[in-house]
């Protein structure tokens, strides 16, 4: 069956450090590859998406490329800000509706 | 415009008793879903929805029922809680179009003593 794979965390960075967090897939067919994030106490909101091979998503400064030749849309951002601080989830599918999602990893960005 | 709502936000059960998570969306969505979200497990899928009397099961439905009589509501029940149901439960809704995003409701936090 599909399977997202995601750097284990927590991560902890300085303001204004580079951030990269690793997400590798196993996957039938071609699904479509999402970012989601989320913050506490909140449901998970999208961050951003890539839809088919070479695609780059991007938003808020974050960006992710759909490798199909390697499996893995890695999420960077190249300043990050104490208001990142959230879980970051990987995850694939046809749609929003059958979503398998990666373990999430935990990022703390420290003034 | 509300999006997706959930209720209850928080709520502890006994072992063996049953209860039903209502969420609703507003967005005229065709397709639902119910996810439970466990430490270092990520979101798992628990049941879905493409559209008004069509439901499938998802990668861990035991336990839960599920049932879609309208296009806005998609309740959960849980027929007789165990303490390996206490989670946090997210609805999510979506248009049926490939690549479209996911809107999740806040979450309902259940707990099963």
């Known amino acids: 069956g599909d399977s997202v794979t995601q750097m284990e965390g927590p991560v902890t960075l300085s303001e204004e450090a580079f951030l990269t967090i690793n997400c590798t897939y196993t996957?039938?067919?071609?699904?479509?590859l999402f970012w989601y994030v989320q913050y506490p106490g909140e449901g998970l909101q999208l961050l951003l998406k890539?839809?088919?091979?070479?695609d780059k998503g991007s938003n808020k400064g974050f960006e992710a490329t759909y490798r199909k030749e390697t499996t893995s849309f890695h999420l960077e951002k190249g300043s990050v800000q104490v208001s990142d601080s959230a879980v970051y989830f990987c995850?694939?599918?046809?749609?929003?509706?059958?979503?398998?999602f990666g373990e999430g990893t935990q990022l703390t960005v420290n003034p | 415009n509300a999006g997706v709502t959930q209720t209850p936000k928080f709520q502890v059960l006994k072992t063996g008793q049953s209860m039903t998570l209502q969420c609703a969306q507003d967005?005229?969505?065709?397709?639902m879903s119910w996810y439970r979200q466990d430490p270092g497990m990520g979101l798992r899928l628990i049941h879905y929805?493409?559209?008004?009397?069509?439901?499938d099961q998802g990668e861990v439905p035991n336990g839960y029922n599920v049932s879609r009589s309208t296009t806005e509501d998609f309740p959960l029940r849980l027929l007789s809680a165990a303490p390996s149901q206490t989670s946090v439960y997210f609805c999510?809704?979506?248009?049926?179009?490939?690549?479209?995003?996911?809107?999740f409701g806040q979450g309902t936090r259940l707990t099963v003593v």
């Open positions: 999510a809704s979506s248009y049926s179009f490939r690549g479209n995003e996911a809107f």
């Open positions: 996957a039938t067919g071609y699904p479509s």
């Open positions: 890539a839809t088919k091979a070479d």
């Open positions: 995850a694939l599918g046809p749609s929003g509706s059958r979503l398998t």
């Open positions: 967005m005229n969505h065709e397709y």
């Open positions: 929805s493409v559209g008004a009397g069509i439901t």
